[in-house]
């Protein structure tokens, strides 16, 4: 069966600060998708980030990072240089393409000013 | 632009009413979903289809069902409301890339 653990419940940091986000899953397919989704507090789902099984580089865009280890079966993502903006829950999922996505309870980030 | 849309956005019924909430998509999608959003969950899966006449169980639908009559709409149907079904509902389209587009979801009370 496929689980996404995001252990983190809720995380607070100030701004400046850097912010690494944990995803941490499990499936017994060879072939699977990572997402990483941002729900500000305005409600909606905001699509930030798909990778697949077969592609373990890290991206980067902007402030944002992904680092993706199969030996781990992790997928984090950190937040550079934080911003208010950035407050949010984020959820990451995982994806067997097939049926349906599987999503960690999400990690709620606050950025202070 | 295509979008997801859903309806209503706010809904509030009592106990023991039938509930239909609405989605609507313009990728021309075939794969459609519906998840429910409660408090240290996440999002977790109610239905999905394939296509047109297609509708699989996800893995909590007991007290909810869909029907698919075209491509663009997946309405989600609660047969007698209870309380324990007081969620947000996200419905959701995915293209051949794999990438789910949600909606922007239904607030649903059950008193």
């Known amino acids: 069966a496929q689980k996404v653990t995001q252990a983190q419940t809720e995380i607070s940091v100030v701004e400046k600060e850097d912010v690494t986000l944990d995803c941490v899953y499990e499936?017994?397919?060879?072939?699977?998708?990572l997402f990483w989704y941002k729900q500000p507090p305005s409600g909606e789902l905001v699509f930030l980030i798909r990778?697949?099984?077969?592609?373990?580089q890290n991206e980067i865009s902007g402030r944002y990072s992904w680092n993706f280890q199969k030996s781990t079966s992790s997928f984090n993502f950190t937040i550079t240089a934080s911003q208010v903006v950035d407050s949010a829950v984020y959820f990451c999922?995982?994806?067997?393409?097939?049926?349906?996505?599987?999503f960690g309870a999400g990690t709620r980030l606050t950025v202070k000013p | 632009d295509a979008e997801i849309t859903q309806s209503p956005r706010h809904k509030i019924t009592e106990t023991g009413r039938q509930v239909t909430l609405a989605c609507h998509q313009t990728?021309?999608?075939?794969?459609m979903f519906w998840y429910r959003q409660d408090l240290g969950h996440g999002l977790r899966l109610i239905h999905y289809?394939?296509?047109?006449?297609?509708?699989n169980k996800g893995e909590v639908s007991d007290g909810y069902s869909v029907s698919r009559s075209n491509t663009e709409d997946l309405p989600l149907t609660l047969e007698s409301a209870a309380s324990s079904q007081t969620s947000v509902y996200f419905c959701?389209?995915?293209?051949?890339?794999?990438?789910?587009?949600f909606g922007p979801g239904t607030r649903l009370t059950v008193l």
């Open positions: 499936t017994r397919d060879t072939t699977y998708y």
């Open positions: 959701a389209s995915r293209g051949l890339d794999n990438e789910q587009f």
């Open positions: 289809s394939y296509g047109v006449q297609d509708t």
């Open positions: 990728w021309n999608h075939n794969n």
């Open positions: 999922a995982l994806s067997d393409g097939r049926n349906d996505m599987r």
């Open positions: 990778r697949n099984s077969f592609d373990e």
